[in-house]
């Protein structure tokens, strides 16, 4: 009876996962995979689109990136290209937002290696990597040969640099082409 209590006991302890607190573990955000399409979106096409024009000038106002202020003191709301993989806002408030393209053969895997959370915006992969509540760094895989990293600093945001990159990589996704 001992035996078959103890073969009973082993094999439930093995059925539930070593008995390792079950339904208490949260699922990941995001899907694993290392394509674009194993997340459930399309790849875009971001290679062929300039950083500048991911980002109007009314989105960047209507995100906070910069003020309508900005423009009477010498900060443009429109984003200055700063090399042909960069585009670059600033505000006399003290925010800047920098978006770069990065070409990668595995974008995927680096979006996810690259941040501390991991997460999933409109069906693309995405890494969050807060550097302190004023500064961040967002990663965005929209293509399986390209990402985005959005370096945001954010002195005057209550709602803290990450939660901007964030809001930003969702206005980016729907101002690039699906490849």
């Not at 573990?25 to 194993?38: E, K, L, R």
């Not at 690259?114 to 967002?138: A, F």
């Amino acid at each position: 009876m001992r035996g078959r209590l103890w073969v009973s006991l082993v094999a439930l302890t093995l059925l539930t996962g070593c008995g390792g607190g079950g339904g208490d573990q949260s699922p990941s955000t995001a899907s694993s995979g290392d394509s674009v399409a194993d997340f459930g979106g399309k790849p875009l096409a971001v290679g062929t689109t300039k950083p500048c024009s991911m980002l109007t000038a009314q989105q960047a106002g209507d995100l906070g990136l910069v003020s309508a202020r900005s423009d009477a003191s010498g900060f443009p709301r429109e984003g200055r290209p700063q090399t042909p993989t960069t585009c670059y806002w600033a505000d006399s408030q003290g925010t800047t937002f920098d978006l770069q393209v990065h070409k990668a053969s595995d974008a995927v895997r680096t979006v996810l290696r690259e941040g501390e959370k991991d997460g999933k915006i409109k069906g693309y992969p995405t890494g969050e990597l807060e550097i302190n509540t004023k500064s961040c760094r967002y990663y965005l895989a929209p293509a399986d040969d390209h990402y985005l990293v959005f370096q945001i600093v954010a002195n005057n945001k209550p709602e803290g640099a990450c939660a901007l990159g964030r809001k930003a990589a969702e206005v980016v996704l729907g101002n690039i082409p699906v490849s």
